[in-house]
């Protein structure tokens, strides 16, 4: 089998395997539509590819996912370089997510986070102040969950030890959250 036939059973097979998810994702999808429903935010936050995830599904609620809708506020943390270096600089790379989720959080907003291995520091404090603060999250994870097990409200874990079969999934599934939520969203 070619190099290629390889990598398409994989994903297939680990794209299958989100069927087990769907209790999950009920949960994400009632979440995120009362935040949004309920004149709340998004925070979202990644590293890496999962960052590119992140804006990604920021834009899916700030511009349309499929419907001619309002735009609702989704903000992807990895977007502000200033943000970014800053508390990198001032305190630590570990506290880039956790600070703007301290600055920006009110009750009702959502964090919704993703990461593959489960254990990026930055994600985790994120994921600490959320609670912290008093709002729920949402964590898009991989591989066994990693120390990120059993810090977010709901939990959309992936299991693949592949990193770029863990993102192809992440894909298929914020885009299965915004083809549900959408619909239970206001119109203009």
């Known amino acids: 089998m070619s190099r290629y036939e390889e990598s398409i059973r994989a994903s297939a ?49 700030v511009v349309r996912f499929e419907q001619d809708r309002q735009a609702f506020p989704a903000i992807a943390l ?12 001032d305190y630590s790379f570990d506290e880039i997510f956790a600070r703007q989720v301290k600055a920006f959080a009110h009750q009702g907003d959502v964090l919704v986070v993703f990461t593959t ?45 592949i990193t770029a079969r863990i993102q192809e999934a992440h894909k298929v599934l914020l885009h ?3 083809e549900a939520v959408e619909p239970l969203l206001p119109r203009e």
């Open 13 to 61: 097979a680990t794209i299958e395997s989100l069927r087990n998810l769907e209790p999950s994702m009920a949960r994400a999808v009632e979440i995120v539509a009362r935040c949004l429903g309920g004149g709340h935010k998004l925070l979202i936050a990644g590293n890496g590819g999962s960052a590119a995830d992140a804006a990604h599904f920021a834009t899916e609620f």
């Open 78 to 89: 990895a977007e502000s370089s200033s943000a970014l270096t800053a508390t990198g600089n």
């Open 117 to 161: 291995s489960g254990k990026s520091k930055n994600i985790l404090k994120a994921l600490d102040a959320a609670r912290a603060v008093g709002i729920e999250s949402i964590a898009f994870l991989g591989r066994d969950g990693g120390a990120a097990r059993g810090k977010a409200t709901v939990e959309l874990v992936v299991v693949s030890n």
């Open 176 to 178: 299965v959250l915004c």
